[in-house]
Structures are given as structure tokens and as C-alpha cells.
């Protein structure tokens, strides 16, 4: 995140649907499809005070309203464990870490702002379950957390030796080779021990969660979590995956993130490939089973994001996604595809508003999201902010309407 870069997210989930030119035909599509289940893969204790998702997190520091009342307690440690070493697990470190006269600059919550303002935490842990090689970040995240001003960062140089595998892993992935550099430089150039005052983090791999710890001094809080050493086996580059060793350590923190990835789940009534954890489809398309074959197209039914590829990408991949589903879509009401059996007109457009007020949903439209976003612009503006976020559904459709 530089500068003013934005942290904006979807404030306006279900019940507020934005409209869009959607047929009759597609009511399952809208009904079932699109309700992506978000399912941690990792599950533990949620009872204990400073264990929070990291999409919890991302939605309090983003104003998101159902995220505002969160209150992570920053004060109470100066170490945090994140799980994970993806995107969302980088841009949560960098939040923790930047200096907030830069945040103060973003379009972050301001509630935010301030908790961060007076936050102890001055060391993040990075846990990933394999390897460098295996990081699921991209490089650009990557650099930019790098970045930060007076940051020491450390990476033991053990986790840092490829086996073969791993050679042959990066010789076909970009990314991956691109991201590897960047963490061998950073260790290279890296000073021995922290000087006094800098902010520390630290990227550990081969270490995969095994329980959460609870503080003896302060009942219900997490004082710790208790991890098991990896090792990585698999039939070859791109397949590798990590295994307990029967060693294990632990590492003291008061605050754990999970960012260890999301898995779509079955919606009944439509195919499901529960290895890839998606709706089997080609190019948006459901197909009745997961067997590949085009010709078996459930006619007038489309899927997108998570459900269509997996828990993968950034916004750039949402749009590419999106846009060749309703690529999908447009060619088939070219080619009649999506004509009516009865004949009859479909009610389009018209027919979803009259969908969605008999069901007691009052929909968004894209105008009123428009006076939204420029009533938050003219809020930021005061604060030489680009936005200042309305953060509660009372405001949103206020303003909206």
C-alpha cells in the first residue's frame, strides 16, 4: 500500500443486492451460485480472547460494518502470529507494521487509525506451512512490505535451502522464483539483531499450527500458539505438501490472525468437484458433472469468482473472472441459447427488482453506490484522506438514498 492506494472493499453484502440485467432463467444462478460460503480450512478455538480471522480483521481496518465493532486489543502484547503468508496475511503485517502517519493518509476506518495510533505490537510472525518457494504471496505484495521504513526482517538461512524439487518449482513459475529472490535478498541484506525501536518481522516457514495457548496470568487470552515442524513431500514440483515431523515448538504472542485460506462448499443442487472445491464450469458455464465434457452444459446457468476457480487471485483476477463469465453469458443470448421454453418475454431486469421486493431485499443500484462513494470522498477531503469511509448500514443507505 503506497501513499493513497486504496483499501476500499464491498460494504454491501446481503441483504443489499446491486441489480444487474439478470434473466429469468438465471433465478438459480442468483439464488444458489452466487452465495459462496467462505469456510476456514484451519479451525480452533474461537473462545479465546485475541484469536481473530484475518478477514475480521481486514474488514475492521476496512470500515466494513459487520467488521467495526471487532476491537482487537493491541495494547496488551507487543507480538502477533499470523498463519499464513498469502496476500491477505501480508497486507494485515503491513498494517500492523507501517507507521501510521503513512495510514493516516489512506482511506483506512479512522476508528482504525486511532486503536492503531496507540498500538504495542512491534513484532509480526509469519508462519507458513512449507517452504519460500511454496509462499502464496505475490511479489508486488511482497515488495511493498519490504518497504516499510526502519523494518528489520528476519528469515532463518536454513528455510532458504532449495532442494531439487524446489529448483525445478521455480524454473516453471515466475512468481514463484520472483518471490523466492525477494526473500533471499531481504535475509542477504538483513542486520544480525533488530536496532532499538525498529518494528520486526519475521517469516517462518515449515511450521504448521497444532493448537492455540492460553495464558495462565490472563484467563481466556491466547498467550501462544503451539506449532508442529514440517517437512515436504509430494510426487513433484507443484505438488509438494507439507507433513507433522513429530517436532514441535511453540511461540509466544497475544494476538493470533488466521489467513490460512478459504474452501467454497457444496450448494445443493448443483455439481460439485470437492478435490478443487469449485463448481465444475468451463469458461462460467455449470456442466452437470465434473467430468469436463462441454457438451454437458447446464443451459442458462453460470458461476463466478471463488465457486468458478478456487480461493486464488486478486481484484485484477475478480475482473478478468467476471468478465469471461458474462463473455459466457452474452454469447449465449446471442446464439438463442437462453431463449424461453414457453415463448413468452422474460421479464429481465424487471422481473429481478419484483424477485427481490417480494422477498424483503431492497436493492443498491449502482447510482445510489455513486452518491455513497462521493459523499466518502467529500468526508476525506476534509481530512486529506482519499475517502472517509461510512462505516455502519444506517449511514450507507442514508446517504444512498
Same mark, same amino acid.
Given at each position: 500500500? *503506497?501513499?493513497? =492506494?486504496?483499501?476500499?472493499?464491498? =460494504?454491501?453484502?446481503?441483504?443489499?443486492?446491486?441489480?444487474?440485467?439478470?434473466?429469468?432463467?438465471?433465478?438459480?444462478?442468483?439464488?444458489?451460485?452466487?452465495?459462496?460460503?467462505?469456510?476456514?480450512?484451519?479451525?480452533?478455538?474461537?473462545?479465546?480472547?485475541?484469536?481473530?480471522?484475518?478477514?475480521?480483521?481486514?474488514?475492521? +481496518?476496512?470500515?466494513?460494518?459487520? #467488521?467495526?465493532?471487532?476491537?482487537?486489543?493491541?495494547?496488551?502484547?507487543?507480538?502477533?502470529?499470523?498463519?499464513?503468508? #498469502?496476500?491477505?496475511?501480508?497486507?494485515?503485517?503491513?498494517?500492523?507494521?507501517?507507521?501510521? &502517519?503513512?495510514?493516516?493518509?489512506?482511506?483506512?476506518?479512522?476508528?482504525?487509525?486511532?486503536?492503531?495510533?496507540?498500538?504495542?505490537?512491534?513484532?509480526? +510472525?509469519?508462519?507458513?506451512?512449507?517452504?519460500?518457494?511454496?509462499?502464496?504471496?505475490?511479489?508486488? &505484495?511482497?515488495? &511493498?512490505?519490504?518497504?516499510?521504513?526502519?523494518?528489520?526482517?528476519?528469515?532463518?538461512?536454513?528455510?532458504? @535451502?532449495?532442494?531439487?524439487?524446489?529448483?525445478?518449482?521455480? *524454473?516453471?513459475?515466475?512468481?514463484?522464483?520472483?518471490?523466492?529472490?525477494?526473500?533471499?535478498?531481504?535475509?542477504?541484506?538483513?542486520? %544480525?539483531?533488530?536496532?532499538?525501536?525498529?518494528?520486526?518481522?519475521? !517469516?517462518? !516457514?515449515?511450521?504448521?499450527?497444532?493448537? !492455540?495457548?492460553?495464558?495462565?496470568?490472563?484467563?481466556?487470552?491466547?498467550?501462544?500458539?503451539?506449532? &508442529?515442524?514440517?517437512?515436504?513431500?509430494?510426487?513433484?514440483?507443484?505438488?509438494? +505438501?507439507?507433513?507433522?515431523?513429530?517436532?514441535?515448538?511453540?511461540?509466544?504472542?497475544?494476538?493470533?490472525?488466521?489467513?490460512?485460506?478459504?474452501?467454497?462448499?457444496?450448494?445443493?443442487?448443483?455439481?460439485?468437484?470437492?478435490?478443487?472445491?469449485?463448481?465444475?464450469?468451463? =469458461?462460467?458455464?455449470?456442466?452437470?458433472? @465434473?467430468?469436463?465434457?462441454? %457438451?454437458?452444459?447446464?443451459?442458462?446457468?453460470?458461476?463466478?469468482?471463488?465457486?468458478?476457480?478456487?480461493?486464488?487471485?486478486?481484484?485484477?483476477?475478480?475482473? +478478468?473472472?467476471?468478465?469471461?463469465?458474462?463473455?459466457?453469458?452474452?454469447?449465449?443470448?446471442?446464439?438463442?441459447?437462453?431463449?424461453?421454453?414457453?415463448?413468452?418475454? *422474460?421479464? #429481465? =431486469?424487471?422481473?429481478?427488482?419484483?424477485?427481490?421486493?417480494?422477498?424483503?431485499?431492497?436493492?443498491?443500484?449502482?447510482?445510489?453506490?455513486?452518491?455513497?462513494?462521493?459523499?466518502?470522498?467529500?468526508?476525506?477531503?476534509?481530512?486529506?484522506?482519499?475517502?472517509?469511509?461510512?462505516?455502519?448500514?444506517?449511514?450507507?443507505?442514508?446517504?444512498?438514498?
Amino acid at each position: 500500500m *503506497k501513499g493513497a =492506494r486504496s483499501l476500499e472493499m464491498s =460494504r454491501l453484502d446481503p441483504p443489499f443486492l446491486y441489480p444487474s440485467f439478470v434473466s429469468s432463467t438465471m433465478w438459480l444462478c442468483l439464488h444458489m451460485v452466487l452465495k459462496v460460503i467462505e469456510l476456514l480450512v484451519y479451525q480452533e478455538k474461537y473462545d479465546l480472547i485475541g484469536v481473530h480471522s484475518a478477514r475480521e480483521f481486514v474488514w475492521w +481496518y476496512n470500515g466494513h460494518p459487520d #467488521g467495526k465493532n471487532l476491537s482487537p486489543d493491541l495494547k496488551s502484547t507487543d507480538t502477533a502470529v499470523i498463519l499464513g503468508q #498469502g496476500n491477505v496475511a501480508l497486507d494485515v503485517a503491513r498494517i500492523l507494521l507501517r507507521p501510521t &502517519e503513512e495510514l493516516a493518509t489512506t482511506d483506512i476506518a479512522s476508528y482504525a487509525w486511532t486503536a492503531l495510533e496507540g498500538s504495542s505490537i512491534r513484532k509480526v +510472525y509469519l508462519v507458513g506451512r512449507r517452504g519460500p518457494v511454496q509462499a502464496a504471496c505475490t511479489a508486488k &505484495e511482497l515488495r &511493498e512490505i519490504l518497504g516499510i521504513k526502519n523494518l528489520y526482517v528476519h528469515i532463518r538461512e536454513d528455510d532458504l @535451502i532449495k532442494s531439487p524439487t524446489d529448483e525445478e518449482e521455480m *524454473k516453471n513459475s515466475r512468481i514463484q522464483r520472483r518471490v523466492y529472490e525477494l526473500l533471499s535478498k531481504a535475509a542477504a541484506s538483513a542486520s %544480525s539483531q533488530p536496532m532499538l525501536g525498529q518494528r520486526e518481522l519475521h !517469516f517462518v !516457514f515449515f511450521r504448521k499450527p497444532d493448537s !492455540f495457548l492460553e495464558s495462565n496470568e490472563r484467563s481466556g487470552h491466547v498467550s501462544g500458539v503451539h506449532f &508442529e515442524k514440517t517437512a515436504l513431500k509430494g510426487g513433484g514440483p507443484g505438488k509438494q +505438501y507439507a507433513v507433522g515431523t513429530g517436532e514441535f515448538e511453540d511461540l509466544d504472542c497475544g494476538m493470533v490472525l488466521k489467513s490460512i485460506g478459504y474452501k467454497s462448499v457444496p450448494v445443493n443442487g448443483l455439481p460439485f468437484d470437492n478435490h478443487k472445491g469449485i463448481v465444475p464450469n468451463i =469458461r462460467g458455464r455449470v456442466l452437470k458433472n @465434473i467430468s469436463g465434457d462441454s %457438451s454437458q452444459v447446464e443451459n442458462g446457468l453460470y458461476v463466478c469468482g471463488w465457486l468458478k476457480r478456487g480461493p486464488t487471485g486478486i481484484i485484477a483476477t475478480n475482473l +478478468y473472472c467476471a468478465e469471461e463469465t458474462v463473455a459466457s453469458i452474452s454469447e449465449d443470448l446471442e446464439q438463442g441459447v437462453l431463449a424461453s421454453s414457453s415463448g413468452l418475454p *422474460k421479464p #429481465g =431486469r424487471e422481473g429481478l427488482l419484483q424477485l427481490l421486493d417480494n422477498r424483503n431485499v431492497r436493492p443498491v443500484p449502482f447510482s445510489a453506490w455513486e452518491k455513497i462513494d462521493s459523499e466518502e470522498k467529500r468526508l476525506g477531503s476534509l481530512r486529506n484522506k482519499p475517502k472517509e469511509k461510512l462505516t455502519t448500514y444506517e449511514d450507507l443507505l442514508k446517504v444512498a438514498t
